[in-house]
């Protein structure tokens, strides 16, 4: 299992893009990676995150040749040089294959398995996957969201997920309810405070990744390039309010506060 019950684990993120919203074109190169991802090992990352592809709000998707190229080299290179498990984030089946060839262990499809070969090559592979809540795409997902019950309706959506890859044959499966995926602030916000119940609901490990995203900004009004201790902030609160992962940029400054929030979460038991 990579997502042990013991403990909560700590995601980096690894956007080998030229334009994620937060750190898009720092390591587009397979050095700037891979020393960013021995500064995240060392500060305490469980599993990397490796992606290919920006989902941000508004973004075009890219071709799944010019995602592969992106991911692969990359992915060899974690896999051969650090110890912990590298996880491939895409929504495409031949990018997974390609990065589960080359020793991903995990893949993290923010659309919750849409294409079923995805899931298909995870369980052949032995993979364990994360299945992210997303409604619509990027390039349109944050225009006019509505939900008259979000926490139910985004458990609803999840536990099909859910189903469809335990009928694939994926063992490990952790669910994300996707801070920001077709979501407005307020989505965000109850499905961050309650995913204890979202938790207990779908009786599968939660992960939460609400790192730098907007709807911290429109709370403290920082940019994007300053929403360290709002993400810090999010991330122990959401670990107290019963998350099993955390999906962050900063995983030094995480590891910090999210070792508050298991301390508390001990006491509080
Ligand atoms: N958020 C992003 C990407 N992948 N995966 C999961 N499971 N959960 C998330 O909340 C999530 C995700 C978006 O953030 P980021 O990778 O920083 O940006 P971009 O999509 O622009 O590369």
Redesign the pocket.
Known sequence: MVFGADRVTLVG?L?V?P??????GRLVDAESALAEARRQVEAGAHVL?V?G????PG?APVDAHTERTRVVPVVERLVAELGVPVSV?TRRAEVAEAALAAGARVV?D?SGGREPRLLEVAAAAGATV?L?HMRGEPATMQRDPHFDDVLREVGQELAASIERARRAGVKEIVA?P????GKEADHSLALLARVGELRAELGVPV???????SFLGRISGRPVDDRELESHTAAALAVFAGADAV?V?DVAGAARSVAVAEALRGARA
């Open positions: 993120i956007n893009t334009d994620s919203f937060s750190d898009g995150d992606g592809e920006s989902t941000r973004a984030d993290n923010v994360v992210g994300d996707g801070i920001g995926f992960m939460i990744g609400a790192s730098r995203k999906r940029h």
